[in-house]
DNA sequence: AGACTAACCTGAAAGC
DNA sequence: TGCTTTCAGGTTAGTC
C-alpha cells in the first residue's frame, strides 16, 4: 500500500545510492508482466548510464539518466527499494557524492526470490534492490519523448493540486467521492488509507456522490488531504501491511490514523463507532456522525 | 465518457 | 493440527 507519502520517503531515502553513479550491472528475475521493459533491454539501455536525479510524480518514481532517458518504477502493493551489500561507504563520501546514511547501510533487508531488479554501480558501493512480493509494482524505461506521454494519463500531483481542479473534476460525477480521489487521472498519489483520512478530516462521507460537493467542500477536502499527505511524509509513513522505509525501520503514521482499518472502534471526535463499507471495491472507514 | 468488474499475485488470517 | 477459503490493495483491460 504504498501511497503518495510512502513513495515520496521512499524517493528521500534511496536517492542518495541512485544519483551521481554509473550503471554497471543489471541483474533480474525472469520476465514478467513486472516488467514493462523486458529484463533484456532494460540491461542493454542501462548498462554505462549515469543516473541524474531521482523525481516522483504521484505513486510514480522516475529516475532521470545521463542519455535522456527515465526508469519508471512503481512500488505496487509490496514494493520496496532497498539499498545493500556496500563494500566502502567511505569510498563515495571520499568521491565528494555525499555521504549515505548509515542507517542506509544495515537495512535489514536482504535479497531474495521477490527481489526482481539489482542494480550495482562503478564505485563498488551499496547495490539497489527491488523487491516485490505481489508483483503488481512496475518497472519501465521510457525514451526522452515516451515520459511524458506516459505521465499524461496521471492527472496532477496530489500536493500541488488545487482545489478548483478538483471542484471541475468532480462535476456531472455520480460515482463516490471516494472513488475520484482514487482516480489516479483526476490528481495523482491518493490510495485508499488517504482517501478515508482526508474525508474524515473534512467531514465528507465517502459515499457521498462527487457531483454533490460543493466548492466548500472541496476546500476543505484538499486542505485535509494535503495536510495528512504532507503530515504522513513527516512521519515516515504508514507501516499497516508491508511498507517499511528503504532503511528498514518503521513509519509511524499508521498510529495517527483517525478511521482506516478502526471499524467498531469509537470515533476520536465523537465517541461514535467507526462503520466500514465497500465503495468501488475498496474498504472504506468513516463515522456515521461528523462525515456527512 | 463514466461506471463497474475481473484479473494480476502472494502471504496472512480466518474458517472448517 | 492441517487443509481450504478469503482478503488486501494499485492498476489496467474489458464490457456496458
Known amino acids: 500500500m504504498p501511497e503518495l507519502p510512502e513513495v515520496e520517503v521512499t524517493r528521500r531515502q534511496i536517492a542518495p545510492l541512485l544519483v551521481n553513479r554509473r550503471i554497471v550491472s543489471v541483474a533480474t528475475t525472469r520476465p514478467s508482466y513486472f516488467f514493462l521493459t523486458p529484463p533484456r533491454t532494460l540491461r542493454d539501455r542501462l548498462l554505462g548510464r549515469i543516473v541524474v536525479g531521482l523525481d516522483r510524480h504521484g505513486k510514480y518514481l522516475l529516475a532521470r539518466l545521463d542519455d535522456g532517458q527515465r526508469l519508471l518504477l512503481h512500488l505496487g502493493m509490496t514494493g520496496q527499494l532497498f539499498g545493500a551489500g556496500a563494500t566502502s561507504v567511505r569510498l563515495l563520501s571520499a568521491t565528494g557524492r555525499g555521504s549515505l546514511s548509515p542507517e542506509a547501510q544495515a537495512t535489514g533487508f536482504s535479497p531474495d526470490g521477490h527481489t526482481h531488479l539489482r542494480l550495482s554501480f562503478s564505485d563498488g558501493g551499496p547495490q539497489l534492490f527491488f ?77 457521498r456522490p462527487a457531483r454533490r460537493l460543493t466548492r466548500p467542500d472541496c476546500v476543505r477536502l484538499l486542505r485535509s488531504l494535503k495536510r495528512v499527505l504532507r503530515r504522513s511524509i513527516e512521519t515516515g509513513g504508514s507501516s499497516i501491511s508491508d511498507y517499511i522505509r528503504p532503511d528498514g525501520s518503521d513509519g509511524a503514521y499508521q498510529d495517527e490514523r483517525r478511521v482506516y482499518d478502526r471499524a467498531h472502534q469509537p470515533c476520536q471526535r465523537c465517541g461514535t463507532p467507526i462503520r466500514r463499507v465497500v465503495i468501488g471495491q475498496r474498504s472504506s472507514h468513516f463515522c456515521p456522525r461528523c462525515q456527512r
Open 131 to 207: 523487491r516485490d512480493t505481489r508483483k503488481f509494482g512496475k518497472v519501465q524505461l521510457l525514451g526522452p519523448d515516451e515520459a511524458s506521454e506516459r505521465l499524461a494519463r496521471l492527472g496532477p500531483d496530489a500536493l500541488s493540486v488545487g482545489a478548483r481542479h478538483l471542484y471541475a473534476s468532480s462535476r456531472g460525477r455520480r460515482a463516490a467521492v471516494k472513488t475520484l480521489l482514487l482516480d489516479q487521472s483526476v490528481l495523482a498519489g491518493v490510495g485508499n488509507i488517504y482517501a478515508d483520512e482526508a474525508l474524515f478530516l473534512a467531514g465528507v462521507r465517502p459515499s
